[in-house]
């Protein structure tokens, strides 16, 4: 018999662990959430919460808290590729904008480790009432139709208990001990090197000179790396991140070796450097054959696996969590269908592919580049906003489709299963980016015409139980922001489009039907597998 029982364990708690848990209790569902670890790691590791992961924050109202613990040296723009950091430069690519340079968001990136962004998710999550467990770890599972019964130990005591839940989320990084318990594979390059993190002291700045930059490649015969600061104005607390072979690990480079490796990196043979830490871990690309298995639900690490390269993979995570989070919420609460449920994998595995591929080409990019790679990279406001879903959570349309992942965010379509092009609507006195607005429900975004779909969006709300939200374009906006729906959105002027909680389009109309609520009604029904 459990000793407890919960809606959803979520099994680690790191970036991806704490924002599932976070999306969930912004839903309702108080998750219980282990983590084996007794605190957040206070390495670095990822370094930025991209656009859209920001457009989420934003959503939660915690653009302010992030960017309240934006790293002390955060330092916007260029990436330098040079032979060292006082050698000769190679080129510039660009970095990160803390706004979006393409106006298809609101936001843009925020340089923040994920040492300082976790702590941001934790206290959110706590603060909706998540449970969240540190030094308590999964020592074994199963499941069955219903749910899924697990064994937890205190790390400290060693005591276990028994929970009993409706379902698991794995966000156990990319080791995956629950999918592997499961017997899913993966697919995809696998392991092709391996990278460590030297976090050291030395004095820098007569090599930087007055240049700005994000971060800075560095290669030649001795190393090739990434160095960055990890320090405000006067600091001298670095990091370098040197590529090794695959079956070196940092275990195998003492403090003299790490001191040359900086050095060599710098390109001064005589720097004074004073090492305080090292890490390393694999570069790898790969897929997980599935995402789910029965009650069980895989997301971050343990489903995909990506060079750190365009700063995707701790991002590609959070929006797993945040696209099944409002999926699991409506099963749970009897609102839809546990088939629902199979839309997470139809939607974010081909995504995940295409990101993995995206992730690769810019890691071969920093050691020259193939001419068959180029011609697949994408722009990073593709990579970021251009998702294409098809799945059972989308009507989609009878229309020529090329069957890629991706379209280009900055000229869209507004077809069903594309995120919401980004709108700014006038409600209660006040301009609000359409993507601030999306708290968790669905909304009807009517054209200027479209007075009908009011009372039907009513109905519908009344009779199903289901958070619907509806907004008139052009009733109180400008008629530029009215026109520019009409054409992002490619509606007529009384038509109207169905949004998810997610932010994608689900369904729309050129125009009203005959009855815009039993349409509305159906077209709900078939969405959450009622």
């Known amino acids: 018999m459990a000793d407890e029982t919960t809606d959803v364990l979520i099994v680690g708690g790191s970036m991806v662990g704490l924002a599932a848990a976070l999306f969930l209790a912004q839903q309702g569902v108080r998750p219980l959430l282990v983590e084996r670890h007794s605190e957040i790691s206070a390495h670095p590791r990822a ?16 653009e302010a808290a992030v960017r309240a613990q934006e790293n002390p040296y955060a330092q916007y723009g260029d990436i330098l590729q040079a032979e060292s950091l006082a050698g000769a430069e190679i080129g510039r690519f660009a970095g990160p904008f803390r706004h979006d340079p393409d106006e298809v968001a609101a936001t843009g990136w925020t340089l923040i480790g994920q040492d300082r962004f976790e702590p941001v998710l934790r206290a959110s999550a706590e603060e909706l009432g998540a449970d969240l467990r540190f030094a308590t770890e999964l020592v074994r599972f199963t499941q069955d139709a219903d749910g899924v019964d697990a064994v937890l130990r205190d790390t400290g ?164 969590a945040h696209n099944l989070a409002w999926k699991l919420a409506l099963v749970l609460r009897g609102q839809a269908g546990p088939g629902l449920l199979d839309s997470y994998e139809q939607e974010r595995a081909p995504v995940a592919e295409f990101t993995v591929e ?16 180029a011609g697949r990279h994408r722009p990073e406001t593709t990579v970021l906003f251009g998702h294409v879903y098809r799945s059972d959570a989308v009507l989609g349309e009878d229309a020529p489709d090329d069957g890629s992942p991706v379209e280009d965010p900055t000229l869209p379509s507004g077809r ?45 709300r009344a009779a199903a139980g289901v958070g619907l939200a509806f907004h008139r374009v052009g009733g ?39 009855s815009p609520a039993d349409e509305l009604s159906a077209v709900l029904a078939r969405l959450l597998h009622r």
């Not at 890691?363 to 580049?369: A, C, D, E, I």
């Not at 959105?489 to 729309?508: Q, T």
């Open 416 to 460: 069903p299963g594309t995120r919401a092009p980004h709108l700014t609507l006038h409600r209660g006195g006040r301009a609000q980016p359409l993507h601030d607005l999306l708290d968790g429900g669905f909304w009807l975004l009517a054209g200027p015409g479209g007075a009908d779909w009011e009372p039907a969006a009513a109905r519908v």
């Open 47 to 62: 370094q930025a919460a991209s656009p859209r992961t920001m457009e989420l924050m934003r959503a939660l109202g915690l």
């Open 358 to 373: 995206q992730g690769v080409i810019r890691y071969l990019q920093r050691s020259g580049l193939d001419e068959e790679a």
């Open 476 to 514: 109180a906006e400008p008629p530029e922001v009215a026109e520019r729906f009409l054409k992002t959105y490619g509606v007529g002027v009384s038509g109207a489009v169905l949004i998810r909680p997610d932010g994608f389009i689900a369904w729309r109309a050129q125009d009203p039907p005959a």
């Open 157 to 320: 005591s060693g005591t276990e208990r028994r929970v009993r839940a409706r379902y698991l989320v794995a966000a156990d990084g990319f080791r995956a001990p629950v999918r592997e318990s499961l017997g899913i594979g993966h697919h995809g390059q696998g392991v092709f090197g391996r990278q460590m993190n030297v976090v050291f002291h030395a004095d820098l700045d007569p090599y930087v000179a007055d240049r700005r930059f994000f971060l800075c490649f560095v290669s030649n015969p001795q190393v090739k790396g990434v160095l960055g600061k990890l320090g405000g104005a006067g600091s001298d607390r670095w990091v370098l991140a040197p590529s090794l072979p695959p079956e070196d690990s940092h275990r195998e480079y003492g403090t003299e070796a790490c001191v040359e490796l900086v050095r060599a990196a710098v390109g001064v043979p005589d720097l004074p450097v004073a090492v305080e830490s090292s890490t390393s871990w694999e570069i790898a690309a790969w897929v997980a054959d599935r995402f789910r298995s029965g009650r069980v639900l895989l997301a971050g690490d343990c489903a995909h696996v990506m060079p750190p390269t365009g700063g995707f993979g701790g991002n590609m995570g959070l929006q797993d």
